[in-house]
């Protein structure tokens, strides 16, 4: 069974520029989380798809935006982007057992704005 | 909404002794604890879980205790070697949402 795949692995981007990045959930999960870690920090929610629709949304601007797929898919979008966009962002593709509710991570997107 | 602390915040052990990392959460209605671990350059990998109805949970060197009263859950790392070095975070979630711990830095000395 293939794990979550996020593309691409790296990314240089100028400050100003926007940025897409792609996450593909496991066969079969349906809800996908998209994370910014940056250097020395925890997990900082940026949003949640389930069934193309925006469920969550963390404390992020509003240059962060996303989007998901009839395929179950997602994209995330960073618009004028900032030095501080600088980070390894994380996709979480959820899983579902009863009432448990579950992540496997992908592998992430390194981002780093110059 | 659910909050997780999670301490220490870092860890330095010598190869061989024991490690635990203990984690407090608010939402009552949590049933699952899973716990990652992030190598440098990689995504969060599950290492180990408990469901709500288990006290305790092994897998070789690794275990995880819970304690639903107090609403906190620990990982124990017994024997412990280099390749442990990582970032350990916990987690809880409830039906549809997973909250994180800010982390531990685990460093074993050779």
């Known amino acids: 069974k293939a794990g979550v795949t996020q593309t691409p692995r790296y990314l240089i981007k100028t400050r100003g520029q926007q940025v897409t990045l792609s996450c593909s959930p496991i066969s079969g999960h349906r809800s996908v989380s998209w994370y910014q870690q940056t250097p020395g920090q925890g997990l900082q929610f940026l949003f949640e798809?389930?069934?193309?629709?925006?469920?969550n949304k963390g404390n992020f601007p509003g240059r962060f935006s996303g989007r998901q797929f009839s395929n179950s898919r997602s994209e995330m979008n960073v618009s004028t982007l900032e030095l501080g966009d600088s980070a390894l962002y994380l996709c979480?593709?959820?899983?579902?057992?009863?009432?448990?509710?579950?992540?496997?991570f992908g592998s992430g997107t390194r981002l780093t704005v110059v | 909404g659910e909050n997780v602390e999670q301490h220490p915040s870092t860890l330095s052990v010598q190869e061989g002794d024991s490690a635990v990392i203990k984690c407090t959460y608010s939402d009552s209605a949590s049933n699952y604890f899973p716990w990652y671990k992030q190598e440098l350059g990689k995504g969060p990998q599950l290492i180990i879980d408990?469901?709500?109805?288990?006290g305790e949970k092994k897998d070789q060197r690794i275990a995880v205790t819970l304690n639903k009263t107090a609403k906190h859950f620990s990982l124990h790392i017994t024997e412990t070697q280099p390749e442990d070095s990582a970032v350990y975070f916990c987690?809880?979630?409830?039906?549809?949402?997973?909250?994180f711990g800010a982390g531990t830095r685990l460093t074993v000395k050779p």
């Open positions: 408990i469901r709500s109805n288990v």
């Open positions: 798809y389930f069934s193309e629709t925006q469920r």
């Open positions: 987690a809880a979630s409830n039906d549809n949402d997973m909250r």
């Open positions: 979480a593709s959820s899983w579902r057992s009863g009432q448990i509710y579950g992540y496997t």
